[in-house]
Every structure is written in C-alpha cells, then in structure tokens.
C-alpha cells in the first residue's frame, strides 16, 4: 500500500543542475531516515546522502560540496538538489525511504550528463 515514486530526472549538459524528488504515498503515519543513493551502469549502487526526520544530514565525503540533500515532512518529500553536475554522475538514482520502520526503495529515476 506504500509507494515511493522518484521524478526529476533528464538529460542535463555537463555543468549543469537538476533537482530530484521523491514522495511517498498510501498509508503512511511516519516517515524516519530518507536517502539518495545512485547506481551507475556496471557499478554497485552506492549511497549519496541521508537526512532524518528532524533534518539531520549525511553525507559520503565524495558527495560533498554538489549534493544537497533536503525534505518536506508536510508533503512526505525528499529531494537532492544536483550542480555542477559532470558525465561521471550519470547513473540511476534512487531514493529510499524508512516508512513506519520498513524500508521502500523507488523504482528510480535516470540522471544522464552529456559532456
């Protein structure tokens, strides 16, 4: 009955910005720890950054700096705001989401950055 649904994805130019979101819907009475992660063609998915409920971040050290990881508790919403974004970011990204202590996963959104 809970779904998870990234969007925001695209064909973006090296250098450039997207702004990805990912809500959550059904029967939904808390929501703890959303996260980022992102899985490149031939790689392992690996996690970009995390944010709990009272808007505590994470981080991965590589992410740093470009990645900014925000929510909307109203809405049941994450987002990751992308810049600077280079050829090597283009991967699938998908967002995770620890709903009434069960963890959902999106069926993920395509991020490609042309060079």
């Known amino acids: 009955q809970v779904q998870v649904v990234e969007s925001g994805g695209g064909l973006v130019q090296s250098g450039g910005s997207l702004r990805l979101s990912c809500t959550a819907s059904?029967?939904?009475?808390?929501?703890?720890?959303m996260g980022w992660y992102r899985q490149a063609l031939g790689k392992q998915r690996e996690l970009i950054a995390t944010?709990?409920?009272?808007?505590?971040?994470k981080y991965v050290d590589s992410m740093k700096g470009r990645f900014t990881i925000s929510r909307d508790n109203a809405k049941n919403t994450a987002y990751l705001q992308m810049n600077s974004l280079k050829p090597e970011d283009t991967a699938v990204y998908y967002c995770?989401?620890?709903?009434?202590?069960?963890?959902?996963w999106g069926q993920g959104t395509q991020v490609t950055v042309s060079s």
């Open positions: 995770r989401m620890s709903i009434q202590s069960e963890s959902y």
């Open positions: 059904g029967s939904i009475f808390s929501i703890g720890v």
């Open positions: 944010i709990t409920s009272g808007g505590m971040t």
